[in-house]
Each structure stands twice: as structure tokens, then as C-alpha cells.
């Protein structure tokens, strides 16, 4: 009986090439035949005995201490690599009561690029030091953003990073009280006093503004999406200072600061370039919000200055490219925001820290030099000759 059960242990691994060793047939061919002590994963105990060893010997090879034998931490290397072993971190750094053994991020949306590319630093600054990363998506909504931030909590996260969704993140305090580490980026966290690295949205803005009145331009439209973002926030705040400070009055049916999506945004755009005083420039406040106002731009046949921010490809900006691009720079925020994490892992205490990065300026194409009445048919007809030999 024995020997016909060994032989359909032997065919499930020639079955699997040998390599599916978590594979249900494999799995129940170690468990009767006493490979493993129990189902499930398994534990240092099983790679001790199946080595011939001591609990505390297999720890040491495991974990890459001196003093054992070269002979014997060959036989426990591989008893680990039949079995398909593989360390628990965090039940090692519990036991160790060592802190940084898992990081969580909480962010709006990783199919977001500019999302996408600030957690791809993150995860690779704290990869460096060996981190367990972990993340999950709010969508900017602030009761799954609870949800989420004390999920990754309950499993036991030492920090936490966060793109913070709009609203109260006060829930965090009893957690921070008692030792974890929270680091927010690109938006500060409300109700609480944490580590914090952005960028001056408000003057970025002001600054790209600035360039489009001394361009000429006096009729500047600004789209936006939801108003409640501290970033878009800040961006459209820093508009109204720069119209402010140039002593031109704002016309309100240029400025909408709550469009739903990029579609009501085009939408938007569409119908300040069909009115009779239509705007000969544009502030975007959001990258796909840029995009929304290029293809209203190509929808009318028109050429309008656009600052942007945080530009990504897309083929329209090929047709139309920004006059202006205002980047963020989400390599640098994710870079700030981990060293940050592991500055308090390794023992940092003292207050709340904030960094406040300078915005960045690319220029794809030249602001186009307007007469002092700006909104003029001429002027507009300009752009309209311009759109149609970019595109011919």
C-alpha cells in the first residue's frame, strides 16, 4: 500500500514537473506520507524535521546566522526549498519585536499615472531595506479610505503611506498614539499632525497664471474637477490670486472648479469656446482635465494657451501640446515620502515634519503674444489657421 501510495506521489510531481509543490495533489501526497506535520504552509518545524535538526538550528539557517555547520545548512536548505517553505517577516519581526516589517499605501487609484508612478517609488525606496509592501485604493472616498487604512492596520502595517482622500482622518490618532508611523503625500491628512511632503500647488499655479497674463492674456479659463481635492483646491485658489494681483476681474462662466468627469469638463470647455467672449487661454488643474480642454480646443477648430499640470501622454497633447506643464513630480514625492517612513522606523521622534517641494516648469511650446483686447475674432481666427496646418 505504502509503495503504490509513494508511486502516485512520484506521477503528481511528473505531472507537475516537479515544480508545483503547493499543488493540491502534491499537498495531500506530503500529508500522508508524513512529510508535513499539518495542512497549509508549511513551518520551520516541518523544515526542521525533515533536515534532521533543531527548531533553533533551522532558525539560524533560515534567517542567515553564523555557527552552523556547512553541511548541515545545506540539508536545511534544501529540506526548505522540497517543502516549499517560506519565511513569515512579519511573525519574525513580532517575535523579534523588531518595527518595519510591512508598509501599507493607501491611495486614490494606481491606474492613475501620476498615482502609478509616485507608489512605484515608494515600493522601490523601501524594497532597498527588505519592507513588505502592501496597498489599496480609496477612489477619493473618505469612509473606504477608513475601511482600508484600518484593514492594512489590522494586519499589522508599522506604517502607513497616504494619498489622502478628502475629509476627517482623526480615526488614525489612537493608532499613531500608539506607534504607527503615517507619512502622507501629495495631500495632507486632516485631524492629524503627521510627516507630510507636498508641493506648492497654490503657487504653481499663481506662477502659471502669471505667464499667460504677461503673455497677454486677460480672458483665462480655469476647469477643475472635484473642488473638495486640497490639490485641485489649491491650484484654482491660486488662480484667484494671480487674477487678483494682476488687477483683472474674474468672469465666473470661466471658471468651473467641480466638473464631475473629464467629459463634463470637454463639455465645459466646449461651451466657453461657442460663447461671444470666449477665453483665449486655459488653467487645467488635473492632467486628464487638460486633455478634455484639447479636444474641445480640436472640436472647434481652435489654439488656445493651456498650462497644464502634471502632463501624461496621451496623442492629443502631440496635436495640441501645452503651453505650459506644471509637474509635480511624483518620483521625487514618492522618494521624500519614503525616506520619511524609514527615518521614524529607525528611531526618529520629534514633531510632525512638512516639506513643501517647488513646482516644476516645462515649456513644450511657445505662450502666444496676444493683443490688449485678447478675446477678439481676430486673434481667434489666428488660432484656428494655426490647429489647421498642425494638423494637416
Same mark, same amino acid.
Given at each position: 500500500?505504502?509503495?503504490?501510495?509513494?508511486?502516485?506521489?512520484?506521477?503528481?510531481l511528473?505531472?507537475?514537473?516537479?515544480?508545483d509543490?503547493?499543488?493540491?495533489?502534491?499537498?495531500?501526497?506530503?500529508?500522508?506520507?508524513?512529510?508535513?506535520?499539518?495542512?497549509?504552509?508549511?513551518?520551520?518545524a516541518?523544515?526542521?524535521?525533515?533536515?534532521?535538526?533543531?527548531?533553533?538550528?533551522?532558525?539560524?539557517?533560515?534567517?542567515?546566522?553564523?555557527?552552523?555547520?556547512?553541511?548541515t545548512?545545506?540539508? $536545511?536548505?534544501?529540506a526548505?526549498?522540497d517543502?516549499?517553505?517560506? /519565511?513569515?517577516?512579519?511573525?519574525?519581526?513580532?517575535?523579534?519585536?523588531?518595527?518595519?516589517?510591512a508598509?501599507?499605501?493607501?491611495i486614490?487609484?494606481?491606474?492613475?499615472?501620476? !498615482?502609478?508612478?509616485? %507608489?512605484?517609488e515608494?515600493?522601490?525606496?523601501?524594497a532597498?531595506?527588505?519592507? @513588505?509592501?502592501?496597498?489599496?485604493?480609496?477612489?477619493?472616498?473618505?469612509?473606504? @479610505?477608513?475601511?482600508?487604512?484600518?484593514?492594512?492596520?489590522?494586519?499589522?502595517?508599522?506604517?502607513?503611506v497616504?494619498?489622502?482622500? /478628502?475629509?476627517?482622518?482623526?480615526?488614525? @490618532?489612537?493608532?499613531?498614539?500608539?506607534?504607527? $508611523?503615517v507619512?502622507?503625500?501629495?495631500?495632507?491628512?486632516?485631524?492629524?499632525?503627521?510627516?507630510?511632503?507636498?508641493?506648492?500647488?497654490?503657487?504653481?499655479?499663481?506662477?502659471?497664471?502669471?505667464?499667460?497674463?504677461? %503673455?497677454?492674456?486677460?480672458?483665462?479659463?480655469?476647469?477643475?474637477?472635484?473642488?473638495?481635492?486640497w490639490?485641485?483646491?489649491?491650484? !484654482?485658489?491660486?488662480?484667484?490670486?494671480?487674477?487678483e494681483?494682476?488687477?483683472?476681474?474674474?468672469?465666473?462662466?470661466?471658471?468651473?472648479?467641480?466638473?464631475?468627469?473629464?467629459?463634463?469638463?470637454?463639455a $465645459?470647455?466646449a461651451?466657453m469656446?461657442?460663447?461671444?467672449?470666449?477665453?483665449?487661454?486655459?488653467?487645467?488643474?488635473?492632467?486628464g482635465?487638460?486633455?478634455?480642454?484639447?479636444?474641445?480646443?480640436?472640436?472647434?477648430?481652435?489654439?488656445?494657451?493651456?498650462?497644464v499640470?502634471?502632463?501624461?501622454?496621451?496623442?492629443?497633447l502631440?496635436?495640441?501640446? /501645452?503651453?505650459?506643464?506644471?509637474?509635480?513630480?511624483?518620483?521625487?514625492?514618492?522618494?521624500?515620502?519614503?525616506?520619511m517612513?524609514?527615518?521614524?522606523?529607525?528611531?526618529?521622534?520629534?514633531p %510632525?515634519?512638512?516639506?513643501?517641494?517647488a513646482?516644476?516648469?516645462e515649456?513644450?511650446?511657445?505662450?502666444?503674444? $496676444?493683443? /490688449?483686447?485678447?478675446?477678439?475674432?481676430?486673434?481667434?481666427g489666428?488660432?484656428?489657421?494655426?490647429?489647421?496646418?498642425?494638423?494637416?
Open positions: 500500500m505504502r509503495l503504490r501510495f509513494r508511486q502516485r506521489c512520484l506521477t503528481a511528473s505531472f507537475t514537473g516537479g515544480s509543490l503547493a499543488g493540491p495533489a502534491f499537498r495531500r501526497c506530503r500529508l500522508r506520507s508524513g512529510g508535513v506535520s499539518r495542512r497549509g504552509r508549511p513551518t520551520l516541518d523544515v526542521a524535521a525533515k533536515a534532521g535538526v533543531s527548531l533553533k538550528t533551522a532558525s539560524r539557517v533560515i534567517n542567515g546566522e553564523y555557527g552552523v555547520a556547512p553541511a545548512a545545506s540539508r $536545511v536548505q534544501d526548505a526549498r517543502l516549499g517553505f517560506r /519565511p513569515n517577516h512579519l511573525a519574525r519581526t513580532l517575535a523579534s519585536r523588531r518595527t518595519s516589517a508598509v501599507g499605501l493607501v486614490p487609484d494606481l491606474s492613475d499615472p501620476f !498615482i502609478a508612478a509616485l %507608489a512605484a515608494v515600493e522601490q525606496n523601501l532597498a531595506r527588505d519592507l @513588505q509592501f502592501m496597498s489599496a485604493s480609496h477612489g477619493d472616498d473618505p469612509e473606504r @479610505q477608513r475601511r482600508q487604512s484600518r484593514a492594512l492596520v489590522e494586519r499589522r502595517v508599522d506604517a502607513l497616504v494619498v489622502s482622500a /478628502p475629509g476627517d482622518a482623526s480615526y488614525l @490618532q489612537p493608532e499613531i498614539d500608539h506607534g504607527l $508611523v507619512v502622507a503625500v501629495d495631500r495632507p491628512l486632516d485631524g492629524v499632525a503627521v510627516d507630510t511632503v507636498v508641493v506648492d500647488n497654490e503657487k504653481a499655479a499663481r506662477l502659471g497664471v502669471d505667464g499667460m497674463i504677461k %503673455a497677454g492674456h486677460r480672458r483665462i479659463a480655469a476647469l477643475s474637477l472635484d473642488s473638495e481635492l490639490t485641485l483646491t489649491e491650484r !484654482i485658489r491660486g488662480y484667484h490670486h494671480a487674477m494681483q494682476a488687477g483683472i476681474a474674474v468672469d465666473p462662466a470661466l471658471v468651473r472648479s467641480h466638473c464631475a468627469d473629464v467629459a463634463e469638463a470637454r $465645459v470647455m461651451t469656446l461657442a460663447a461671444d467672449d470666449p477665453p483665449t487661454a486655459v488653467l487645467a488643474a488635473k492632467g482635465v487638460g486633455r478634455a480642454a484639447i479636444r474641445a480646443m480640436l472640436d472647434a477648430g481652435v489654439v488656445l494657451d493651456l498650462t499640470f502634471d502632463e501624461v501622454a496621451d496623442p492629443d502631440l496635436v495640441i501640446p /501645452p503651453s505650459t506643464v506644471v509637474e509635480s513630480g511624483p518620483v521625487r514625492l514618492g522618494a521624500a515620502a519614503a525616506s517612513v524609514l527615518e521614524r522606523l529607525d528611531g526618529l521622534h520629534g %510632525a515634519r512638512e516639506i513643501v517641494l513646482p516644476l516648469f515649456h513644450p511650446r511657445p505662450l502666444t503674444q $496676444v493683443p /490688449p483686447t485678447g478675446s477678439d475674432r481676430t486673434a481667434r489666428a488660432r484656428a489657421n494655426a490647429t489647421a496646418r498642425r494638423t494637416a
